[in-house]
Structure formats: structure tokens, C-alpha cells
């Protein structure tokens, strides 16, 4: 009886220190859960993380931040990284077009290259090309920095003997320079938070989630990049597109040539005489041998039906 309670003790005893190991380790455990929640907290008051398509918390079981306050630290983010352009920054696109009547199109080429060329600009392209009616024309494309526009183009205009058009427009896109300039900005600071935020997961889970994040963010980061670049080439370098056309020039020896008039009728006439001959050739020796036989035979048809008919008429009399 004594064996049994002392087993009963020793088992009782067993199963309490198992429960007090079990509570301190959810309690360690459920304190590095709030560390973490912590430290992403924070991360979202600061106003770096603005996402809300991602939450390592949530994904490992513990509340997240409100939608107001992820709402409000947007606010902040934004209201903090609007950068506005100063004057002296203005970005404008300029675009011009002309159409003009020259001399030589070679020559103008040659000036327009050296116009290019004297305002810090190139030749983008250049077309030349000779019309049927043996009048070069030809299309040339100037860039020049913006700050040159005007000026080149008043230049471009006394290269033609005539400006047939002219046409210019421009379009300030400062705000929208600024507007990817903040957006690239805050883009990189979120990746920066996905960085930090990396260091501090532990769950493979989480790890991956952050890793999906920083690749979309990096992706987004790679396209405004893009667009700045493309816009700065557009408001660096401003566009010229030149249309020229030669004075198409009247020739008298060109339009009027009556010996070659002469030849070439003669030469028509030759030709009908040899038609005229080949086709008395062909009836003598086609058509007219064709013709007798086939009166020949029509008058042999004639002879035999008149025969008939006189030996038919005479026999009549007799029977009367």
C-alpha cells in the first residue's frame, strides 16, 4: 500500500513540474512575439512602410496596425517627401517643325548640319531622296538643348529661300518631374524598412513574404526610374524635324526636242509600213490560196445543182 502511494505521488509531482516548464516557455515565447510586433510598429510610425498588402505580424498570429494608422502615416510619408522643383529647374519639352523650299538640298543639309553642330546639338537624322519629276527632297531631324531652341530655330528658317510652314509647342512638365522624383524617393525608403525588417524575421515564412515585397518594390523603383530617364532626354535635348524641297527648275532644251519628235516617228512610221507588208504577205499566202479553193468548190456545186435541175426541166414537156 505504501509502494502504490508513493508511485501516485511521484506521478502527481511529474505532471505539476511539466505544466510550470509548459507556462514559462508560452510566456518567453509570447514575449519575443511582442518584440517583433514592436519593432514593425515602429517602422510603420516612422512612416517607411505604407504597404498594407504586407504584415509579417499578422502572419505570425499578432495584431497589426489599424488601418487609421497606417492611413495617417502615409499622410505623414507623403507630406514629408513632396519635393518641389525650384524655378531655375524648370523641365519643358520643346518640339519644332519646318517646311522649307531651298535651292540645293545638299547644300541646305550641309548648313543645317553646321547650324546643329554650332548650338551643342547633332543631326538625329537625314532622309534625301529624288522625286519622278527629278526634285530632291529630303527630311532632316535636329536635336539641340532646349535653352537653343529658339535661336536654332531661327537659323534653320534662313537656310530656305522660302518657308513654306513653321510650327513649335512645348509642354511644362516640371510637376510631373517632381511628382516621380518624390515617388522614387519614398519607394526607396520603403525598401530600405522591407531591409531592416528582413533582418529581424526569423520564420521562413515571413523571410520569403519580405522577399516578395522588396522584389516588387525594387520592380516599381526600376520603373520610375525609367520614366525619369526617358523624361530627362525628352526636356535636355529639345526636337527640330526639317522638311525640305527643291525650286523645281524649267528647262526649254528638256521640254522641247523636235528631232527627237522626228526619230521617233519615223520610227512608228517604219513599223506600221512593216505591219502593212506583213499583212499583205500573210493574205497572199494564207488567205488567197484558201479563197480559190473554196470558190472551187462552190462553183463545182453550182455546175452540178444547174445540171439537175435542166434534166428535170426537160423531162417535163415529154410527160405533158
Known amino acids: 500500500m505504501n509502494k502504490t502511494l508513493k508511485i501516485i505521488g511521484i506521478v502527481i509531482g511529474a505532471f505539476v513540474l511539466l505544466v510550470a516548464a509548459f507556462t514559462v516557455s508560452q510566456k518567453t515565447m509570447m514575449g519575443g512575439k511582442a518584440i517583433y510586433q514592436s519593432n514593425y510598429l515602429s517602422e510603420v510610425d516612422e512612416g517607411v512602410m505604407d504597404d498594407s498588402r504586407f504584415s509579417p505580424v499578422a502572419d505570425m498570429g499578432s495584431p497589426v496596425a489599424s488601418p487609421a494608422s497606417r492611413s495617417k502615416s502615409s499622410e505623414i510619408v507623403a507630406n514629408e517627401e513632396t519635393i518641389v ?16 523650299k531651298v535651292d540645293n538640298v545638299d547644300r541646305a543639309g ?14 538625329a537624322s537625314s532622309n534625301v531622296y529624288q522625286s519622278g519629276s527629278k526634285v530632291k527632297r529630303g527630311n532632316i531631324t535636329v536635336k539641340v538643348p532646349v535653352k537653343n531652341f529658339e535661336k536654332t530655330f531661327s537659323e534653320l528658317k534662313k537656310v530656305a529661300s522660302l518657308v513654306i510652314s513653321e510650327s513649335t509647342s512645348g509642354a511644362d512638365v516640371t510637376e510631373q518631374y517632381a511628382d516621380l522624383q518624390a515617388q522614387i524617393k519614398n519607394k526607396k525608403a520603403e525598401e530600405e524598412a522591407f531591409v531592416r525588417i528582413m533582418t529581424q524575421a526569423q520564420k521562413i515564412d515571413d523571410i520569403l513574404a519580405v522577399q516578395r515585397e522588396l522584389s516588387r518594390v525594387r520592380g516599381q523603383i526600376e520603373q520610375i526610374q525609367g520614366r525619369i530617364k526617358y523624361m530627362e532626354s525628352q526636356t535636355d535635348m529639345s526636337t527640330i524635324s526639317v522638311s525640305l524641297s527643291e525650286d523645281a527648275s524649267i528647262s526649254i532644251a528638256d521640254r522641247w526636242r523636235p528631232l527627237q519628235v522626228a526619230k521617233e516617228s519615223a520610227s512608228v512610221l517604219i513599223k506600221k509600213v512593216q505591219n502593212f507588208v506583213d499583212f499583205v504577205i500573210r493574205l497572199i499566202i494564207l488567205v488567197l490560196p484558201v479563197f480559190i479553193l473554196y470558190l472551187l468548190l462552190v462553183l463545182v456545186v453550182f455546175k452540178v445543182v444547174k445540171r439537175i435541175y435542166l434534166k428535170f426541166k426537160k423531162k417535163e414537156p415529154n410527160q405533158s
Request: hydrophobic letters at 35%; zero cysteines; charged letters at 35%.
Open 85 to 100: 522643383a525650384p524655378e531655375s529647374e524648370k523641365k519643358i519639352i520643346k518640339n519644332g517643325n519646318l517646311s522649307l
Open 110 to 123: 550641309a548648313d543645317i548640319l553646321k547650324i546643329a553642330r554650332d548650338n551643342e546639338g547633332e543631326v
